[in-house]
């Protein structure tokens, strides 16, 4: 499975989940700096996965949890992910493994985002964010040097 997607929603916290498994099931991701470059209100997006036949997450030192609600209710925040059959999703405090046919993007707000359309508002914004990181003062720790020291 592409692991694209989920990529592009590095440090997006999964807020949401709805649906079964088997079945489709429904996630709300917030990412605030990716769903501004959007219109209209909202703070993420849907991601809606037909056909999802293994959705679990197993936090570190933990036990894999397999219920949708469980693992809403520790907001994953997504790292990166490694394509796989599972795909793995690599989070904060542990690994999100999911299977399925495919999936659909959406603004939390409704309408649909093509992948090229994240790609270019992250592009964007991380160029962005270089840019305003090279021009800021380097305001960096300079110890001075010991008593005594040449």
């Known amino acids: 499975m592409d ?6 929603l590095h440090d997006g916290s999964i807020e949401r989940v709805d649906g079964s498994v088997p079945g489709d099931v429904s996630l709300l991701v917030s990412i605030g700096y990716l769903r501004n470059r959007f219109p209209g209100e909202g703070t993420g997006f849907v991601v809606l996965l037909s056909g999802c036949t293994h959705f679990t997450f197993h936090p570190y030192d933990e036990p894999v949890l397999s219920d ?3 693992i809403a209710a520790l907001e994953p925040e997504i790292l990166s992910a ?7 999703i690599c ?9 399925y046919k495919s999936c659909a993007l959406s603004l ?3 309408p649909p985002v093509a992948l090229s359309e994240l790609d270019a508002a992250s592009e964007a914004y991380w160029r962005e964010w ?3 990181s090279r021009a800021a003062p380097n305001n960096s720790f300079k110890p001075k040097p010991l008593r005594g020291s040449a």
């Open 130 to 132: 270089s840019e305003r």
């Open 82 to 88: 490694k394509a796989g059959d599972p795909l793995e």
């Open 3 to 8: 692991s694209s997607l989920w990529n592009l």
């Open 68 to 70: 949708l609600a469980a």
């Open 91 to 99: 989070c904060v405090m542990g690994t999100l493994s999911v299977r």
């Open 108 to 110: 939390d707000n409704g």
